[in-house]
């Protein structure tokens, strides 16, 4: 595997966004990670692992260190259990579990990205399913069971490891899954835009929706630079073309103080906003 140079986050982004990388290398196996990682600190190089870039505002800067895109994907069954790698496409396993009639993924149908990606910031609750995750961690394998995690709203206790596995624990099913699947998938396409955006961009403060404090402030529409609050779903901030993370991060500002001026309440960025040299590699000094 190569680590390649100077690479353009924009394009690992469903916002469409980010400078350039020093660093970038696609893993697709355990060997791989590891390489990537020794590399890094070899150079002292902060790390950054992701997976489908669906949560994710990469700086205008771009990153300073190395980007690591996990690739490891594979989804292997046994009995009622599913080992996939983090890698992987949660649309591919819903698919694929739901073709072996087994039950439990389906209500996570239409979120985009990898599993790692999901079970690190639990999409939707999805930790509920996760029976054990495989991680790596200065440079051994470790397997964390169920008992050792834990998931909180839009977060675990994940977020700092590099996850390479995960296994989940499924229900026998005589369901029409596929068709369940489906009927998710359209009402979350009714409901949302799905080009150029990260999803909802704040987390729903407790007892309140985000998208009716934002609307209610009237930012629906709102536009900064290239970055505007969708018309569709106002919690969703979308690239109407040639935006920066900055015009993002104004957008955010402005929309956050409106909320705090008029309700009182702080709003949260669920969008993962990577400096130019987060690190997730403990080795990094
Ligand atoms: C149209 C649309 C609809 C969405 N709907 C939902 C929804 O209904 N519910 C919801 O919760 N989210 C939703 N999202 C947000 C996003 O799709 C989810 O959060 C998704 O699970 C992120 O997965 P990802 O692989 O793209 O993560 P990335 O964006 O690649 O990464 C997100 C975070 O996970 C970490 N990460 C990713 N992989 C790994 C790994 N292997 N090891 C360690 N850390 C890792 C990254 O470091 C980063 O901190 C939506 C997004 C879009 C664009």
Redesign the pocket.
């Known amino acids: 595997m190569e680590i390649e140079k100077n690479i353009s986050l924009a394009e690992f982004?469903?916002l469409r966004v980010g400078g350039a990388a020093d660093f970038f290398a696609r893993v697709t196996n355990l060997a791989e990670l590891k390489f990537a990682l020794e590399f890094a600190t070899s150079k002292n190089l902060p790390v950054?692992?992701?997976?489908?870039?669906?949560?994710?505002l990469f700086a205008d800067a771009g990153f300073r260190g190395l980007i690591i895109h996990?690739e490891?994907r594979g989804i292997a069954f046994d009995d009622n259990c599913v080992k996939v790698g983090?890698?992987e496409s949660?649309a591919n396993l819903i698919v694929a579990a739901a073709a072996k009639n087994l039950a439990g993924l389906e209500s996570?149908a239409?979120?985009?990205?990898?599993?790692?990606?999901?079970?690190?910031?639990?999409?939707?609750g999805?930790g509920g399913k996760v029976a054990r995750v495989t991680?790596l961690e200065n440079g051994a394998v470790e397997i964390l069971e169920k008992n050792s995690l834990e998931f909180k709203y839009?977060d675990s206790n994940?977020?700092a490891?590099?996850?390479?596995e995960v296994e989940f624990a499924l229900e026998k099913s005589s369901e029409n899954l596929a068709e369940k699947i489906q009927k998710i998938v359209l009402e979350?396409v009714a409901k949302?835009?799905?080009a150029n955006?990260?999803?909802?961009w704040f987390k729903n403060p407790a007892g309140e929706s985000a998208w009716k404090l934002i609307e209610t402030v009237g930012c629906r529409g709102l536009q900064i630079g290239g970055a505007r609050v969708s018309e569709k779903h106002a919690n969703?901030f979308e690239n109407a073309g040639g935006a920066t993370a900055a015009d993002f991060l104004t957008l955010e500002k402005i929309v956050a103080e409106a909320v705090k001026a008029k309700f009182g309440i702080e709003l949260e960025r669920?969008?993962?906003a990577?400096g130019s040299s987060k690190s997730?590699n403990p080795n990094f000094k």
Do not use: C, D, M, Y
């Open positions: 982004s469903t950054f692992v992701f997976g489908g870039g669906s949560n994710i996990n490891i983090a890698g949660l996570f239409g979120i985009p990205g990898s599993v790692g990606g999901a079970v690190v910031g639990n999409a939707n999805i991680i839009r994940l977020r490891k590099i996850l390479v979350k949302q835009p799905f955006t990260a999803g909802s969703f669920e969008v993962v990577v997730q």
